[in-house]
């Protein structure tokens, strides 16, 4: 009977804990949802209160060093913490089912912190005075901003940003392994993702000098998140993402069928 019982409360326990890890990674995805449409309004300058190039005033220099400072944490974070080494080591101390919602969440604050730290270089580099390409160049960016949307449905949305360990977890199931996959424009392109967000950053109306750090700083920061992203893909997928590699661009789109 004791041990009936005990066997229960086990059980129960359990449930409750897949419970809270659901919780925190619905918590953790809804973060992400705020930081991802606030990041639309701040670098379009589009329905935020702080945008790219408003806030707080300072010297070049302070802004400068400012600036680059915030990049580079997210940089760090969002690189260093996606290593196979790193997710080995500290999923010694955080469960595996809410390791991706932990990255994820991070990721976010890092941003969040960005944009609410960032200093306004406001210079302007150039500006657009046709009103018809204006709207056009800020259509493009809206372009880049729905790649980037439509480009996480492709590839698996819900595991990019937590919600199917977690909801896998819930059930009782294991956490799915990641699959390779090259839906519609992945088959001419490797990296849609980066590719919208670097049309989003650099389709700019008017563009500081604030923004073209912006745009700058992730730019090279995607070349280098490339870079080690493809070495783990290889290492995952084998022959399978060699082959790929000679089949599509990796930024700029084309195919070579056979
Ligand atoms: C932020 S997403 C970026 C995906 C891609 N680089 C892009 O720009 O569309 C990063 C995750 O996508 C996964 N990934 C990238 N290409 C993939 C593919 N062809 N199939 C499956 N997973 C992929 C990586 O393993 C990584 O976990």
């Not at 469960?95 to 991706?100: A, G, K, V």
């Not at 977690?166 to 424009?185: C, D, E, H, M």
């Amino acid at each position: 009977m004791l041990k009936v019982n005990s066997t229960r409360q086990a059980a129960s326990q359990t449930r409750l804990l897949r419970l809270i890890a659901f919780l925190y990674g619905l918590f953790a995805y809804a973060v992400f949802l705020f930081t991802i449409v606030y990041a639309v309004g701040f670098v379009s300058g589009i329905g935020v209160p702080k945008t790219i190039d408003t806030g707080p005033e300072a010297s070049v220099i302070d802004a400068l060093s400012i600036n680059t400072l915030l990049m580079a944490l997210f940089a760090i974070q969002h690189t260093g913490m996606a290593r196979k080494g790193f997710k080995n080591c500290w999923t010694r101390y955080v469960p595996t089912c809410i390791e991706r919602s932990t990255y994820v969440l991070l990721a976010s604050l890092c941003l969040m912190l960005l944009f609410w730290q960032w200093r306004p270089l406001p210079a302007v580099v150039w500006q657009v005075e046709d009103p018809d390409v204006f709207v056009m160049i800020a259509t493009l960016s809206f372009v880049g901003w729905a790649t980037v949307f439509s480009s996480t449905f492709l590839i698996d949305h819900f595991e990019l940003f937590g919600m199917r360990h977690v909801t896998a977890n819930l059930s009782g199931r294991g956490i799915p392994a990641p699959q390779f996959k090259k839906p519609l424009y992945y088959k001419f392109v490797r990296h849609p993702i980066y590719l919208g967000f670097i049309i989003a950053f650099w389709a700019a109306p008017v563009m500081t000098i604030g923004h073209l750090l912006f745009a700058a700083v992730t730019t090279a920061y995607i070349f280098v998140g490339i870079f080690f992203e493809e070495r783990d893909l290889l290492q995952l997928f084998g022959e399978q993402y060699r082959q790929y590699k000679r089949q599509a661009g990796m930024l700029i789109p084309w195919r070579k069928v056979g």
